[in-house]
């Protein structure tokens, strides 16, 4: 499925500058570049399991400042509308710093969580923290000309023109964010870039980075927050009260994701009993659904129902 918290022993003080600057530099290169945008925490990732903790905060804060100084000298000597790369820079600072947290925790308490309730925890705050940006520091001109910027992507990525209007972008994109949508994304977006990573140095070493959460068990409690989350949602919805449907939106969906990764847990658990090539094949499919709407769905759907139901049938051989 992927990496637990095991890292290679600590490298030189040289020989981890240098892996925390390279992977930096590219990071923060995929970032600045097209299609390779999505995909600029993979080497952030490469350096937390090839170097250790310490590699891993230094290529973080690096990546960082340099995307911050950049962003300074493109608005300084290019002609860069300032709200972009304020919101560029916070994004790109918020993910980076979060996901080389949930690598490299800094406290021991943190430690001993499994990735999934880190990737949870910073999917909380980053939500949080976006949630507030939007609310106190952008105005809606600026979120209308953020919108039609993605609005004008997305029509680039499918080749379609017209359909839905910049107002109706804009309120699609805040009303599913604010549902779920921003801390799904976030943890959807972490994983990916993690296993890919994990997938790479499996193939170079011939080995796994770490452990593994093939294991990884939820407290049979939280089916109950589930069921809450979602009586939430429905009492909001019928009685016209937003906050509570939308935080019970927000408890649905990280509960649910949580439940997600046990029933892939599940699913790999017997994977695990193929061949290194299906098991390969299986792990790439599986990214490659993710990128496709429906087949999305089906699959977390899926998933979802295997982690509930394990709170009652024992899938796999208990500890």
């Known amino acids: 499925m992927e990496p637990g918290d095991g890292v290679s022993p600590p490298l030189s003080a040289a020989s981890s500058l240098l892996l925390a600057a390279g992977g930096a530099g590219v990071s923060v290169f995929c970032f600045r570049t097209g299609f390779l945008s999505f ?10 399991f090839a170097g250790g903790p310490k590699t891993a905060w230094a290529g973080g804060i690096a990546a960082v400042t340099g995307n911050v100084i950049i962003s300074l000298w ?10 972009f790369l304020l919101w560029g820079g916070l994004y790109y600072t918020v993910m980076t710093l979060v996901f080389t947290w949930i690598n490299a925790p800094l406290s021991r ?5 499994d990735i999934p309730y880190r990737m949870a925890a910073g999917a909380v705050l980053s939500t949080l923290i976006m949630i507030a940006a939007f609310r106190f520091l952008i105005d809606d001109s600026q979120l209308q000309g953020l919108a039609a910027a993605q609005l004008a992507a997305l029509n680039g ?3 379609q023109e017209g359909g839905l ?7 699609t994109l805040v009303r599913i964010g604010l549902r779920g949508g921003i801390p799904a994304s976030c943890m959807i977006f972490w994983w990916i870039n993690r296993q ?11 080995s796994p980075p770490g452990g593994s959460i093939l294991s990884f068990r939820i407290p049979p409690f939280l089916v109950w927050v589930f069921s809450a989350a979602l009586g939430s949602v429905v009492l909001g919805r019928m009685a016209d009260l937003e906050i509570v449907e939308i ?11 949580l439940f997600c990764v046990q029933g892939g847990a599940i699913v790999f658990y017997y994977l695990l009993k193929t061949s290194l090539f299906f098991r390969i094949l299986a792990n790439v499919g599986i990214i490659f659904l993710l990128f496709i709407p429906g087949a999305m769905m089906a699959l977390l759907s899926l998933f979802l129902l295997l982690g509930i139901a394990e709170n009652w049938v024992p899938f796999r051989t208990p500890k």
Do not use: C, K, M
């Not at 995909?39 to 937390?48: E, M, R, V």
């Not at 209007?165 to 309120?171: D, L, R, Y």
């Not at 890919?196 to 011939?206: C, D, E, F, L, M």
């Open 39 to 48: 995909f600029f925490l993979i080497p952030l990732a490469l350096g937390a």
């Open 74 to 83: 493109a608005y300084l000597y290019q002609d860069i509308n300032p709200v």
């Open 109 to 113: 308490f943190w430690i001993f969580l």
């Open 157 to 159: 990525l499918t080749g």
């Open 165 to 171: 209007t910049v107002e109706e972008f804009t309120a």
């Open 196 to 206: 890919i990573a994990a997938g790479i140095v499996r193939i170079a070493r011939h």
């Open 247 to 257: 935080s019970g939106w927000n408890i649905l969906v990280v509960s649910g994701i």
